[in-house]
């Protein structure tokens, strides 16, 4: 059985990229951390982008994750195997690695016939993020994995191009209502159609803005993107699709283009002597159900087109399919992420009431004053470690900001969450005992927990002293406490941004 030999070679801690009826999947067993690690390192992936567990079935999957809601049960019959990853709270045996220190973890069943014989085979969870070099366009051929990884894995398993070409739709299932994360074929409304079950769908999770439940880490970073820049065409204003095309091309005269658009508007396009006359590489898919036909042949598009040396995409959008777009939208965007990347820092007291809101706010006023000119972007959010979701500022925190021009009379507590700390790229407590709290609580993040006066101090002295609680005293304190807050502020503004790699 041909299957045998990559099957024992991952189960033993070996990579080995198959397909999955999304993308092509790089994977490792997921509970040897050097294996995962190993793919990390093969992707060039940030270390803080999860990685989603794949296995056959549900047998074991108790052994994962703990606390399975209904719902889990409910959506399993009715689309699995199938693509759809459900987060939910995982067990020890994951490695923190693989959740990126979050206490959540992604499994998904695929339905591919030769990845599920594989799974089987190896009988252990096998972590596949898309069998791609990070930040490139997904894999959806074995001839993808092999431009990205040639000579650098041991198993490549060919089983022609994928049946979708999009990753699987991302369900979170730990809060209280089930949100879709990342867009999929699998949609929404289909899961409130074919389950009954009501779903958060990504849009409206977008607008939303829920801070105690951050979306999908690996959201933030650039993705699917080729070299050449992609420029989106549609049909609109009454204007079709060809006339777009012939628009932009008018404009993009001096660079060689590629174009990505349905057959059947290339049928009409390929009269017109502007596109006879110039070299114009083309990439076409069905235009019978476009939205799966452009879904199925995007980032082969992207990769072929780029291989053809084009400096720039004209790739057709069809809005109203979800994933396709939002892949799209990404590979279009992908510049402006990685130029305008924005940290997050977390200002951690007991209340989140008075000392972090007010640091959160000077921090953010500070910051809109300076980083004008900075390349990466900062933003502060603040919690409490002890406290309740939904109290005010204190009034005295409120009077001596208003002093200082900034309005924290709209700030509403937040209990600090381990999601919280699992997103922030820094957090600041205003004592060492509240950091010590911390870092004892998820020693894995411990570095990046210290005292906003360590933050600040040059040297990042351990002893840099702590910012004393102001509450219920005289509003004299509080302005005191402010103008502490404003100097460590201004000192820690200087260390994160004089960092090495800046
Ligand atoms: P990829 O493996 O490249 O398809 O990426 C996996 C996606 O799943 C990333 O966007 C992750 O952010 C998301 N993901 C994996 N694990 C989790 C998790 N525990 N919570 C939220 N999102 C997750
Ligand atoms: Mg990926």
């Not at 977008?206 to 690996?218: C, F, M, T, V």
């Not at 009269?271 to 159900?289: G, P, S």
């Not at 102001?470 to 406490?481: D, I």
């Amino acid at each position: 059985m041909l299957l045998q030999a990559p099957a024992s070679a991952l189960r033993h801690g070996e990579i080995v990229a198959f397909p999955t009826e999304t993308v092509y999947g790089l994977g490792a067993n997921a509970l040897i951390e050097t294996a995962v690690q190993q793919i990390f390192a093969l992707k060039g992936r940030p270390q803080d982008n999860p990685l989603i567990v794949h296995l056959a079935d549900k047998e074991k999957l108790d052994q994962l994750v703990k606390n399975i809601p209904p719902e889990f049960y409910r959506l399993y019959e009715d689309f699995c195997p199938g693509p759809l990853t459900f987060v939910l709270e995982k067990t020890d045996l994951i490695p923190d690695q693989v959740s990126a220190g979050l206490n959540t973890v992604a499994v998904r069943f695929p339905d591919q016939k030769i990845c599920q014989l594989l799974l089987r085979l190896a009988d252990v969870p096998v972590v596949a993020p898309s069998a791609n070099i990070s930040g490139r366009p997904s894999a959806t051929r074995a001839s993808h994995v092999l431009d990205d990884f040639k000579d650098r894995i041991p198993f490549i398993i060919d089983d022609g191009a994928t049946e979708l070409g999009v990753e699987s739709t991302v369900i979170d299932l730990t809060g209280s209502m089930p949100r879709i994360l990342r867009p999929g074929v699998i949609t929404a409304d289909e899961i409130r159609a074919v389950s009954g079950i009501e779903v958060l769908s990504y849009k409206d999770g977008l607008e939303e803005g829920d801070l105690k439940r951050p979306a999908s880490p690996g959201l933030k970073y650039r993705h699917y993107a080729p070299d050449a820049r992609v420029i989106q065409v549609c049909s609109k204003d009454g204007k079709s699709l060809e006339a777009a095309v012939l628009s932009e091309l008018d404009q993009l005269s001096d660079q060689k283009a590629g174009l990505f658009i349905n057959e059947k508007s290339w049928d009409k396009l390929r009269l017109q002597t502007v596109i006879a006359e110039r070299e114009i590489i083309k990439y076409l898919f069905a235009a019978e159900n476009p939205d799966e036909a452009a879904a199925h042949e995007l980032y082969a598009a992207l990769r072929a087109l780029d291989a053809a040396g084009v400096d720039v995409i004209l790739a057709e959008a069809i809005p109203g399919a979800e994933a396709y777009m939002n892949r799209l939208d990404k590979a279009c965007a992908s510049e402006n992420m990685e130029k305008e990347e924005v940290k997050k820092i977390l200002f951690v007291c007991t209340g989140n009431t008075c000392r972090s809101p007010m640091a959160a706010a000077l921090f953010n006023s500070y910051a809109e004053e300076k980083q004008q000119a900075s390349k990466i972007k900062w933003k502060a959010l603040s919690a409490g470690l002890h406290t309740m979701d939904g109290l005010a500022a204190s009034q005295s925190a409120v009077s001596v900001l208003c002093e200082s021009g900034i309005d924290i009379s709209g700030h509403s507590s937040v209990q600090l969450t381990e999601e919280l700390l699992a997103e922030a790229d820094i957090v600041a407590t205003m004592t060492r005992s509240q950091r010590d709290i911390l870092r004892g609580f998820l020693p894995a993040l411990e570095s990046k927990i210290k005292t906003l006066s360590e933050w600040a101090d040059e040297r990042g002295r351990e002893s840099a002293g702590d910012v004393p609680d102001p509450y219920a005293q005289p509003e004299a304190v509080y302005r005191e406490t402010r103008n502490h807050l404003q100097a460590l502020i201004e000192s820690l503004w200087q260390q994160i941004n004089s960092q090495p790699g800046d």
